[in-house]
T-cell receptor, first 110, second 114 residues
Framework: KNEVEQSPQNLTAQEGEFITINCSYS?????LHWLQQHPGGGIVSLFM???GKKKHGRLIATINIQEKHSSLHITASHPRDSAVYICAVVQGGSQGNLIFGKGTKLSVKP | GAGVSQSPSNKVTEKGKDVELRCDPI?????LYWYRQRLGQGLEFLIY????????KSGLPSDRFSAERTGESVSTLTIQRTQQEDSAVYLC????????????FGPGTRLTVL
């Protein structure tokens, strides 16, 4: 069993829909990252959080430490949001190296 | 430049040859990470450098892989006697060194071993 599980693996949405991507992890963590990988391969850090909720534009990330679960929400989705979204955790006591989920491939249709 | 840079962007090599991949982190970032992503798979941690401390090599898949970093600047990842299963995109990231701090990724080097 992977230490970081994401769901769904693939997601197709219509432009304007509200999107949720889930991440569950099985290890104690000091932080959780949400990353975005564009079709060309470039990776961008969206959020780094260790508790509560963060918002940036149309993106919202939440984490529940007790339940070992995080969600990434996209409001009013747009075709340019199409990418692979990756959840990654920093295991407690580690040096900061990330343990990655397998990613969720999102496709937003116009 | 403001971001993490990597070179080359693409490398094709023959099985058994050695390759060297380079990463230039963001200036002032003390932490540097190497990851790889094999085709259709998730990202894997390889090695971590923090300042002048001994690197965390726990993710290196075999002794054919090694990496060096000069102070808090450039890092090179060397793969000796490459194998076909080494084909992957090798990504470098840097951060300001706070544990769990935001990591900034380079564009990656796509390595193909024939």
């Amino acid at each position: 069993k992977n230490e970081v599980e994401q769901s769904p693996q693939n997601l197709t949405a219509q432009e304007g829909e509200f999107i949720t991507i889930n991440c569950s992890y099985s290890v104690g963590i000091s932080a959780l990252h949400w990353l975005q990988q564009h079709p060309g391969g470039g990776i961008v850090s969206l959020f780094m959080l260790s508790s509560g909720k963060k918002k940036h534009g149309r993106l919202i990330a939440t984490i529940n430490i007790q339940e070992k679960h995080s969600s990434l929400h996209i409001t009013a989705s747009h075709p340019r949001d199409s990418a692979v979204y990756i959840c990654a955790v920093v295991q407690g006591g580690s040096q900061g190296n990330l343990i990655f989920g397998k990613g969720t491939k999102l496709s937003v249709k116009p | 430049g403001a971001g993490v840079s990597q070179s080359p962007s693409n490398k094709v090599t023959e099985k058994g040859k050695d390759v060297e991949l380079r990463c230039d982190p963001i200036s002032g970032h003390t932490a540097l990470y190497w990851y790889r992503q094999r085709l259709g798979q998730g990202l894997e941690f390889l090695i971590y450098f923090q300042g002048n401390s001994a690197p965390d090599k726990s993710g290196l898949p075999s002794d054919r892989f090694s990496a060096e970093r000069t102070g808090e600047s450039v890092s090179t990842l060397t793969i000796q006697r490459t194998q076909q299963e080494d084909s992957a995109v090798y990504l470098c990231a840097s951060s300001q060194g706070n544990l769990g701090g935001t990591q900034y990724f380079g564009p990656g080097t796509r390595l193909t071993v024939l």
